[in-house]
Protein backbone atom coordinates (compact mmCIF):
# COMPACT_ATOMS: atom_id res chain seq x y z
CA UNK A 1 0.00 0.00 0.00
CA UNK A 2 1.42 3.48 -0.98
CA UNK A 3 1.87 5.86 1.80
CA UNK A 4 -1.22 7.66 3.17
CA UNK A 5 -2.75 11.22 4.03
CA UNK A 6 -2.80 11.45 7.84
CA UNK A 7 -2.96 15.28 7.94
CA UNK A 8 -3.58 18.51 5.64
CA UNK A 9 0.29 19.16 4.86
CA UNK A 10 0.14 15.93 3.14
CA UNK A 11 -1.06 17.62 0.75
CA UNK A 12 0.83 19.49 -1.72
CA UNK A 13 -0.90 22.41 -4.38
CA UNK A 14 -1.49 19.95 -7.26
CA UNK A 15 -3.34 17.16 -4.83
CA UNK A 16 -5.49 20.31 -3.62
CA UNK A 17 -6.24 21.53 -7.13
CA UNK A 18 -6.52 17.52 -8.73
CA UNK A 19 -9.43 17.16 -5.26
CA UNK A 20 -11.03 20.18 -5.85
CA UNK A 21 -11.33 19.21 -9.95
CA UNK A 22 -12.80 16.33 -9.46
CA UNK A 23 -15.03 17.10 -6.70
CA UNK A 24 -16.82 19.05 -9.17
CA UNK A 25 -16.72 16.30 -11.81
CA UNK A 26 -15.11 13.06 -11.09
CA UNK A 27 -16.65 11.81 -14.56
CA UNK A 28 -13.77 13.96 -16.14
CA UNK A 29 -11.46 12.49 -18.73
CA UNK A 30 -7.68 11.60 -17.70
CA UNK A 31 -6.48 13.37 -20.67
CA UNK A 32 -8.64 16.87 -19.79
CA UNK A 33 -7.22 16.89 -15.99
CA UNK A 34 -3.45 16.08 -17.07
CA UNK A 35 -4.14 19.37 -19.57
CA UNK A 36 -5.73 21.35 -16.56
CA UNK A 37 -3.00 20.59 -14.21
CA UNK A 38 -0.29 19.86 -16.68
CA UNK A 39 0.54 16.88 -15.45
CA UNK A 40 1.02 13.28 -17.63
CA UNK A 41 -1.94 10.88 -17.27
CA UNK A 42 -0.10 8.30 -15.40
CA UNK A 43 0.78 11.37 -12.42
CA UNK A 44 -2.91 11.62 -12.83
CA UNK A 45 -3.95 8.47 -12.41
CA UNK A 46 -0.79 7.59 -9.94
CA UNK A 47 -2.07 10.64 -7.67
CA UNK A 48 -6.21 9.41 -7.55
CA UNK A 49 -5.07 5.38 -6.91
CA UNK A 50 -2.58 7.20 -3.80
CA UNK A 51 -5.82 8.88 -2.59
CA UNK A 52 -8.18 6.08 -3.27
CA UNK A 53 -5.86 4.10 -1.12
CA UNK A 54 -5.35 6.17 1.67
CA UNK A 55 -9.05 6.46 2.12
CA UNK A 56 -8.77 10.54 0.94
CA UNK A 57 -11.05 9.62 -2.35
CA UNK A 58 -13.96 7.26 -0.11
CA UNK A 59 -16.11 6.03 -3.63
CA UNK A 60 -17.23 6.94 -6.62
CA UNK A 61 -20.76 7.69 -6.87
CA UNK A 62 -23.17 9.49 -9.00
CA UNK A 63 -24.57 12.50 -7.26
CA UNK A 64 -28.54 11.63 -7.77
CA UNK A 65 -31.42 14.24 -8.09
CA UNK A 66 -33.68 12.99 -5.35
CA UNK A 67 -36.93 14.88 -7.03
CA UNK A 68 -37.36 12.06 -9.71
CA UNK A 69 -37.20 9.88 -7.18
CA UNK A 70 -39.93 11.98 -5.36
CA UNK A 71 -37.96 11.77 -2.52
CA UNK A 72 -39.26 15.21 -1.00
CA UNK A 73 -40.23 14.77 2.62
CA UNK A 74 -37.23 15.48 4.25
CA UNK A 75 -36.74 15.65 8.25
CA UNK A 76 -34.52 16.18 10.59
CA UNK A 77 -34.51 14.44 14.09
CA UNK A 78 -33.33 15.21 17.50
CA UNK A 79 -32.68 11.39 19.22
CA UNK A 80 -31.86 11.37 22.79
CA UNK A 81 -31.09 8.13 24.27
CA UNK A 82 -30.23 6.63 27.95
CA UNK A 83 -26.49 6.81 28.14
CA UNK A 84 -25.00 2.93 28.56
CA UNK A 85 -21.41 1.78 28.11
CA UNK A 86 -20.99 1.64 23.97
CA UNK A 87 -24.16 3.51 23.42
CA UNK A 88 -23.03 6.00 21.18
CA UNK A 89 -21.67 3.02 18.86
CA UNK A 90 -24.69 0.54 19.28
CA UNK A 91 -27.45 3.49 19.04
CA UNK A 92 -25.77 5.37 16.20
CA UNK A 93 -25.37 1.97 13.81
CA UNK A 94 -29.22 1.05 14.40
CA UNK A 95 -30.42 4.76 13.20
CA UNK A 96 -27.65 4.53 10.48
CA UNK A 97 -29.13 0.94 9.52
CA UNK A 98 -32.52 2.30 8.97
CA UNK A 99 -34.04 2.47 5.32
CA UNK A 100 -34.50 6.60 4.43
CA UNK A 101 -32.16 7.68 7.09
CA UNK A 102 -29.07 9.68 5.33
CA UNK A 103 -27.28 10.95 7.52
CA UNK A 104 -26.55 10.22 11.34
CA UNK A 105 -24.66 12.48 13.64
CA UNK A 106 -23.44 11.76 17.30
CA UNK A 107 -23.54 15.09 19.13
CA UNK A 108 -23.00 16.44 22.39
CA UNK A 109 -25.39 18.89 24.23
CA UNK A 110 -28.72 18.59 24.86
CA UNK A 111 -29.40 15.70 22.36
CA UNK A 112 -27.20 12.33 21.35
CA UNK A 113 -27.99 12.17 17.52
CA UNK A 114 -28.64 14.12 14.88
CA UNK A 115 -30.86 12.18 12.02
CA UNK A 116 -31.62 13.08 8.26
CA UNK A 117 -33.48 11.57 6.64
CA UNK A 118 -35.56 11.65 2.94
CA UNK A 119 -38.57 9.51 2.05
CA UNK A 120 -41.32 10.11 -0.51
CA UNK A 121 -44.35 10.50 1.78
CA UNK A 122 -45.68 11.30 5.52
CA UNK A 123 -46.26 6.90 5.86
CA UNK A 124 -42.80 6.29 5.36
CA UNK A 125 -41.72 8.95 7.35
CA UNK A 126 -43.64 7.59 10.19
CA UNK A 127 -42.44 4.63 9.70
CA UNK A 128 -38.90 5.67 10.27
CA UNK A 129 -39.52 7.40 13.36
CA UNK A 130 -41.32 4.02 14.68
CA UNK A 131 -37.92 2.58 14.12
CA UNK A 132 -36.06 4.97 15.59
CA UNK A 133 -38.31 5.26 18.41
CA UNK A 134 -38.36 1.32 19.00
CA UNK A 135 -34.76 1.27 19.05
CA UNK A 136 -34.01 0.11 22.54
CA UNK A 137 -32.14 2.80 24.44
CA UNK A 138 -34.00 5.48 22.33
CA UNK A 139 -35.74 8.10 25.06
CA UNK A 140 -37.68 10.37 22.83
CA UNK A 141 -37.39 12.08 19.37
CA UNK A 142 -38.50 15.69 18.09
CA UNK A 143 -38.95 16.12 14.38
CA UNK A 144 -38.18 19.43 11.83
CA UNK A 145 -39.63 18.93 8.58
CA UNK A 146 -37.44 20.73 5.81
CA UNK A 147 -40.06 23.16 4.00
CA UNK A 148 -37.12 23.77 1.15
CA UNK A 149 -33.60 22.62 0.60
CA UNK A 150 -31.52 26.09 0.19
CA UNK A 151 -27.90 24.28 0.07
CA UNK A 152 -27.31 20.94 -0.36
CA UNK A 153 -24.09 20.84 -1.88
CA UNK A 154 -21.16 19.01 0.21
CA UNK A 155 -18.38 19.58 -1.47
CA UNK A 156 -15.31 19.59 0.85
CA UNK A 157 -12.75 21.27 -0.94
CA UNK A 158 -14.66 24.40 -0.96
CA UNK A 159 -14.53 24.48 3.10
CA UNK A 160 -11.16 23.33 3.09
CA UNK A 161 -8.45 25.79 4.34
CA UNK A 162 -5.14 25.73 2.03
CA UNK A 163 -3.02 27.61 4.55
Not at 96 to 106: F, K, L, R, S
Not at 140 to 150: A, P
Request: aromatic residues 8%; glycine residues 4%; charged residues 30%.
Amino acid sequence: MTKGYSASDDFDEVDLKLLTFIEDDFDVSLDVISDELDLSKSAVHYRLNKMKESGVIKGITADLNPAPFELDMVAITEVSVTHEKGYSTDIGNKLADITGVEQVYYTMGDVDFMVLTRVQDRNRMNEVIDQMVAIDGVNETSSRFVMDEVKNNPKFMDNFSQE
